[in-house]
C-alpha cells in the first residue's frame, strides 16, 4: 500500500492505494481542496453553513458582469478564510454567447514551495 496525504474523489479501488487513490503530493491535495471550495454551495457541509462557493448556483443566472463580481467576491473571500495560504495571481470568471449557461473559472495560484498553478473550470 502507497502512502498519500488524502483520498483521490472519485473514491474507488486502486490496485496500488488499496481501498481507493490517493493524492501523492501537495499540488495536487492544495488543487482538490481549492475545487472542493467552490463546488461545495454553501449551507451544504455538515457544522459548517458558510463553507464553499456554490459554482453550480450561478449557472441559470443572468450572466453579467455582477454576477461574475459576485463569484469572484465569494471566491476570494472564501479562499482568505479556508485555505488562506493560496495566493491567488489571477482569477477570470466568463460566459460565452454560444454556451450561455456554462461558466469558465480560470485561476492562476501558488502557494509556500510550489511554482504557479492554473486551475481551468468548464462549469455546466
Not at 69 to 98: C, G, H, N, W
Amino acid at each position: 500500500m502507497a502512502i498519500g496525504y488524502s483520498a483521490k474523489p472519485p473514491l474507488q479501488v486502486d490496485s496500488v492505494d488499496g481501498p481507493y487513490s490517493l493524492n501523492k503530493n501537495l499540488p495536487s491535495v492544495v488543487r482538490q481542496n481549492i475545487k472542493m471550495l467552490l463546488f461545495t454551495a454553501p449551507g451544504e457541509r455538515v457544522m459548517d453553513a458558510n463553507f464553499g462557493v456554490g459554482l453550480r448556483n450561478y449557472l441559470f443566472e443572468n450572466m453579467s458582469e455582477l454576477v461574475f463580481d459576485a463569484i469572484r467576491e465569494r471566491t476570494l473571500q472564501q479562499l482568505k478564510a479556508y485555505l488562506p495560504f493560496v495566493k491567488v495571481i489571477s482569477l477570470d470568471i466568463f460566459s460565452t454567447d454560444e454556451m450561455p449557461n456554462t461558466l469558465y473559472f480560470k485561476m492562476e495560484y501558488s502557494f509556500p514551495s510550489s511554482d504557479v498553478q492554473i486551475l481551468n473550470l468548464e462549469i455546466r
